[in-house]
């Protein structure tokens, strides 16, 4: 029955399928853009609680915070690619079919072949871009690729660690001026002097306090891990 609907039902033509396919990368697109604006919003707020771990001398919370702030920048910079790259698939599709208007279907691109494998590597975009391979090998606008091809593309997510640089430069960019206010504390900090007896009261506070601490920069990660995926 499946097979007599496929027969009945006519094959859409090269300009109905191109709108259909630049109808999806323009959702996708928008996609994009929705979770890049939800990651930028969510940084002010991570901004905001380093500043209060500066304040309060906790350089190790401020530190991690840093960390992940790294990460959302970097997500935020393949986000940008990735749009980008959606884009100019979107594009070379209406060349080629300004081409099958001549030749009468559509042909094989090089250039959106290379696209779609660039983006099958994007782990925001690939069971996206797994739905368009499918579509397009089967109209004939890029090569089958092979499965394993398609399995390491999917499982070679790039994970960079954050260089100690890069978390510096966002700990001085965020906190640097209130650890200014501080020069004492944040010159024991850095002295990584041992604890002192003097203050131990003041330590013991500070470790009864660290619990809510631990727990809100816990929070703090899931909500940027939520809003990176």
């Known amino acids: 029955?499946?097979?007599?609907?496929?027969?009945?039902?006519?094959?859409?033509?090269?300009?109905?399928?191109?709108?259909?396919?630049?109808?999806?990368?323009?959702?996708?697109?928008?996609?994009?853009?929705?979770?890049?604006?939800?990651?930028?919003?969510?940084?002010?707020?991570?901004?905001?609680a380093i500043r209060e771990a500066a304040k309060r001398n906790d350089m190790g919370s401020a530190k991690a915070l840093a960390k992940e702030i790294v990460r959302s920048r970097r997500t935020v910079n393949r986000l940008y690619e990735n749009k980008a790259q959606l884009n100019s698939i979107s594009m070379h599709l209406g060349e080629s079919v300004a081409i099958a208007r001549t030749v009468g279907h559509l042909s094989k691109s090089a250039e959106v072949m290379k696209l779609v494998n660039n983006l099958m590597k994007a782990p925001e975009v690939a069971a996206t871009m797994q739905e368009f391979t499918k579509e397009m090998t089967k109209a004939g606008v890029i090569e089958e690729m092979v499965n394993d091809s398609v399995d390491a593309a999917l499982d070679s997510e790039d994970i960079e660690e954050e260089t100690e640089e890069e978390v510096d430069k966002v700990l001085t960019a965020i906190a640097g001026e209130t650890a200014a206010q501080l020069p004492e504390a944040v010159r024991k900090e850095k002295l990584k002097q041992p604890a002192q007896t003097a203050g131990a009261s003041i330590e013991e506070e500070a470790i009864a306090e660290g619990v809510d601490d631990e727990e809100e920069l816990e929070e703090i990660r899931a909500r940027l891990a939520k809003v990176r995926s």
């Open 1 to 48: 029955m499946e097979k007599m609907k496929s027969i009945i039902k006519p094959k859409p033509n090269p300009q109905q399928q191109l709108r259909d396919w630049q109808r999806r990368l323009r959702q996708e697109c928008r996609n994009i853009e929705r979770q890049t604006r939800d990651i930028q919003r969510e940084e002010k707020n991570v901004q905001k």
